[in-house]
């Protein structure tokens, strides 16, 4: 399979036939030029047919080696076929509560930032374990697949924000049951999930959510963003500045407090733990450790075995079509003398 290091590079090649037609433009100014000043019997003389041809072969030769340039910049590159790696680890779904409340900010920079720099931390310290990423709110959505490819998992951790999702609450069963659902079928004992929230649940089926992760041998790891005082949530503008606080059906400005028991209820239930972030020094590699310490799966993944280079065929290709587009004599006259 071929593939380019630099892609953008291959634009440069809509130059060329741009090149071609100046080149043509510009012969054919000088034809005029000739016809106009030289007489006409001197003109095979001064510039035989064979001076065209050789000049014609030279600036193909120029010119093929200005696409050899490119392709060499552009990092083509093949590659020596699929090959299946056999790896161990865990399937891992972390569950991120993207509800209004994690705009607080008792937790610098604010609970869900905070949140998502757990999970990238979480990400770099991955040791071919797969993951996957769940958003939830009011609702709950599989934002990333599980997956080995960490690159996507963090694009995908990025563009998680508290506007993602219509529907505002905290619904934890729905966030288990979309992690559950996301497990591979042929996974049926290695499996975790790590869910942050603040805790502010609002719904009434989480023990059927929790059952169904015992049946299903998940272990579920929780961890608690925000202090037990609380804070305000705050309201900005499009330039990024406060214009207000959240408030409720009273005009009262509402004050978000870290709701502990069901996270506690919801680990405990599962021979999980629960975490406070703030109270415990790097909790996310306290789950971490927790979770190496389980079996391992071995499952397949496949990737290209190696990439053959081919930037300096290319380079040298282009290099001996230069040399020769500069040293061929404009006439064969010449060569034959030679």
């Known amino acids: 399979m071929l593939s380019f290091l630099h892609p953008e590079i291959l634009w440069l090649l809509l130059v060329i036939p741009i090149l071609w037609i100046i080149d043509i433009f510009i012969s054919k100014k000088k034809k005029q030029l000739i016809q106009k000043n030289i007489h006409p019997e001197m003109i095979p003389r001064l510039y035989p047919d064979d001076m065209k041809s050789m000049k014609r072969i030279k600036k193909i030769l120029l010119f093929m080696s200005l696409v ?3 392709l060499a910049l552009s990092g083509l590159r093949i590659g020596s076929g699929l090959k299946e790696l056999k790896q161990e680890g865990m399937d891992v779904i972390v569950a991120v509560d993207l509800s209004t409340s994690m705009s607080a900010e008792d937790i610098s920079p604010s609970r869900l930032e905070r949140s998502k720099y757990e999970v990238k931390r979480l990400i770099t310290m991955l040791k071919g374990d797969r993951i996957g990423l769940v958003a939830f709110a009011g609702v709950s959505y599989l934002q990333c697949p599980i997956t080995s490819d960490y690159r996507t998992a963090s694009m995908m951790l990025e563009m998680m924000d508290v506007d993602l999702l219509p529907v505002q609450g905290t619904a934890f069963a729905d966030a288990i049951n979309t992690a559950l659902d996301a497990f591979p079928d042929e996974n049926q004992k290695y499996k975790a999930i790590i869910m942050i929230s603040d805790g502010e649940d609002h719904e009434q089926e989480i023990e059927k959510a929790v059952q169904r992760a015992v049946e299903e041998n998940v272990v579920i790891y929780t961890l608690g963003v925000g202090t037990l005082k609380g804070s305000t949530i705050p309201i900005y503008n499009n330039n990024g500045l406060i214009v207000d606080y959240m408030r409720d059906s009273e005009d009262r400005v509402i004050t978000t407090v870290l709701q502990e028991n069901t996270l506690k209820q919801i680990s405990s239930m599962t021979n999980g733990r ?5 109270a415990v020094r790097n909790p996310i590699e306290a789950i971490y ?3 190496l310490h389980g079996d391992r799966q071995e499952y397949q993944t ?24 500069v040293v061929l004599p404009e006439t064969r006259k010449k060569v034959e003398r030679g």
């Open 68 to 70: 050899m340039i490119i």
């Open 302 to 325: 496949h990737e290209f075995a190696r990439y053959r280079e081919l930037y300096l065929v290319f380079a040298s290709i282009a290099l001996i079509l230069l040399i020769l587009g």
């Open 274 to 278: 629960y975490y406070r972030l703030g």
């Open 289 to 291: 450790e927790h979770i």
